[in-house]
């Protein structure tokens, strides 16, 4: 069936609802649910790993007593921390759902709105997957000077975004175009918080009169050129980009005719098939 784009541009689209749970907590694949849990946990822990080195390195690097506060003024720290929080928060939910007493068919048999906590997941899941790119892109273009500091660099400005890419295939939680809108509010918060931090006289955390240079309120002209450009272009893009994978990933489902609902079955499940005119069986994956 695909994903009709002309649905996307409903105003129910901007909201979090959907009545397929099992979406939310499962592989797009027919792959083990261990092996899904095990793929989270691992993710989890890289990422709480690699988030809690950074600030230790970051404290230790202080060069005065609180100076390692400002490691929370950073995009790069924010975004990274959200894409904890949110790995976090999908093993959790994984591990609950897949856990021994729950019995498998009992997600496709529950009707109704998705449980409110798999909204703010489904939130982060989509955010994080736009600032992740951003923050790479960024980094790379305008604040790399040629030099690598420390291996946190290369994890949080590399490694998170080949994390979301990679994941972006591995879900079956579903993609909104006009969620894009989130990313972009989010984006637009830590914008209005540089300029307040600028005219608070806020520094860098090693006493930089800015945040990054391309952040310089001092010098607006550039720095509304770099925000608005990222507002209003390449925040979009990006999410274009997340609907577009998404696409092709159910796509790739309807041509491998794999079933998410099933992925422990021998045979395909009466959600994902129905019988056309010969008795052959096309695929009708919900989206």
Known sequence: MGVSFREEFRCRK???????????V???WRIPHWLYVS???FWAGWNFAWIVYSINLTVDAAPYPGAGAKWLIYLTNLSYLLLTVQSILHAVTVVSYMCPQKNKGSLESIQGSIPWYLKPLWLLTSV????????TVLYWSL??????????????HGVNTLYVLTDIF???TPVRLLHFIYTIIFGGIYIIFTVIYHLAKGTGLSSEPYIYTALDWSKPGPAVGVSLGSLLVALPFIHLLQFGLYTLRIYILEKCRCCTSCAEDDVRCRCCTRKVDSGNEEMVEAV
Do not use: P
């Open 14 to 24: 901007f909201l979090f609802e959907h009545t397929q749970l099992y979406l939310f």
């Open 26 to 28: 499962r592989s797009q």
């Open 39 to 41: 793929w989270r946990l």
């Open 128 to 135: 994080v997957f736009n600032t992740a790119i951003i923050v």
């Open 143 to 156: 604040v790399f000077t040629g030099e690598l500091d420390n291996i946190v660099t290369v994890m949080v």
């Open 170 to 172: 591995v879900i079956a």
